[in-house]
Every structure is written in C-alpha cells, then in structure tokens.
C-alpha cells in the first residue's frame, strides 16, 4: 500500500496477556518510530529505528516492552502481561530521514487502539 | 520527556476568524515540524521548518520560527470548520540527535 500500515486497528485484551502491534511502514522509509498517545494527551516517544542502527529505546516505559523491525521493514511491538495503563493508541511513523538527511517529515499509520481490561 | 509544549491547549474560535498557536521547545534542533490530528488517530504533516529559517508559508499557513527563544508559532487564516482539530509541534533534539518528540497539543475547535 501507499501509507503506513497498523494492525490490528482495534486490540482488547485482558490484563495480564500478552499482545503484539504491527506496523508496515511505507517502502524504502529506512526511519521507523513508535509512539503512544493516551486519551486526549500528546505522543510519547517510545521507540525509533533508524536504518541498520541499534535502536534507540528509551522511550519504552517498562521491559514489559519490546520492539523488533526485521530486514528494515515490518516492526512490532510487544508488550508481555499487559496493564490497564497500557490501555491508549499506539502509532507508528515512519519517513525517509537517514543519519545525514534529517529533514523528512513522518507518515503515520491510523494506530491501534489497545484496551486491556 | 516532552521536547515541546504547545500553548493554549484549547482554542476556540469562529469560522473565518485567524487561529495562532504557539510551540516553545528546550534544546537545540534542527528542524520543527507541525502536524494535525483529526479524531485521535493518525497525524498529518502540515509543515517543515528549518532551523536556519525565520518563516514560512503553505496555503492558509504560516509558521514562524525563534530560535533565540526556542519558540515558533503556527497562523491558520481564514479558518474554516474542517480545521477543527489537535495540532502538535514536533522537534529533534540537534546536532545528530534526529529523533523527533512531540508536545501536548493545541486542541482548536472552528465554529461554524
């Protein structure tokens, strides 16, 4: 597709689960970010892959949470025994911003809503 | 941590009427973008302003850029009541940090 990908669209799982997010991010975009966004509150970073760079994780709240990005492509996070906080949407972007080029803006995929009950 | 902090976080105005909002950031960048959410799901880029740039203008927008005081501001004229929505600013963090942090949002409702 032209855009960047998520799924699934909608998540409800209960507490305690384990859940995986995907994101297809849009082809040749070597930059790959996560983001959460808790009702009615901004984004907060939580991961960003950047080419074949490590990964800059600081953002994940808890090793509850991981995110792999195979051959430079899909990503996903997941999150293991899931919380009720962890309940928002999770983004993610990607663009075509490289280690020299930082001036590219990011597409976003619709998100997915997670709701942990 | 948030890099940016938009200000009002809610604004609301009547069509036709200019909205400005306003993004103050703490370190150095190399660029500030804007971007807008609608229903609070996926944003979309609006504009990109370089660190060396002062102004810039994109249809009924203008952004506007302080360096000196770690600020920018976005002007929406002539709004209109399909802009009703959340706007973020967006920052890296200088030099080779690229990774881009949002603030909070300014949440602007046009009516009709």
Redesign the interface.
């Known amino acids: 597709g032209a855009g960047?990908s998520q799924s699934p669209s909608n998540k409800v799982t209960e507490k305690g689960k384990d859940v995986e997010l995907r994101c297809d991010p849009i082809s040749g975009h070597t930059a790959l970010?996560w983001?959460r966004?808790s009702?009615g509150?901004?984004?907060e970073?939580l991961i960003?892959f950047?080419g074949n760079s490590a990964p800059?994780k600081s953002g994940l709240p808890s090793d509850r949470f991981s995110a792999e990005r195979t051959g430079g492509s899909v990503s996903t996070l997941t999150i293991q025994r899931t919380q009720q906080e962890d309940s928002a949407?999770y983004?993610c972007?990607s663009s075509l911003?490289t280690?020299t080029a930082?001036?590219e803006?990011?597409?976003?995929?619709?998100?997915t809503q997670l709701s942990v009950l | 941590s948030q890099q940016g902090e938009e200000d009002p976080q809610a604004l609301s105005i009547q069509e036709g009427e200019n909205a400005t909002m306003n993004c103050s950031y703490k370190t150095s960048i190399n660029n500030l973008q804007w971007y807008r959410q609608n229903s609070g799901r996926g944003l979309v880029h609006l504009i990109l302003i370089r660190s060396n740039e002062r102004e810039k203008h994109s249809g009924r927008l203008r952004v506007t850029l302080d360096t000196s005081k770690k600020s920018s501001s976005l002007l929406i004229t002539a709004s209109r009541a399909a802009d009703t929505a959340s706007y973020f600013c967006a920052t890296d963090g200088g030099g080779s940090n690229y990774k881009l942090t949002f603030g909070k949002g300014t949440l602007l409702t046009v009516n009709p």
């Open positions: 960047v970010y983001y966004q009702l509150q901004g984004l970073f960003y950047q800059d949407v983004l972007a911003a280690a930082t001036n803006k990011l597409f976003f995929g619709s998100g």
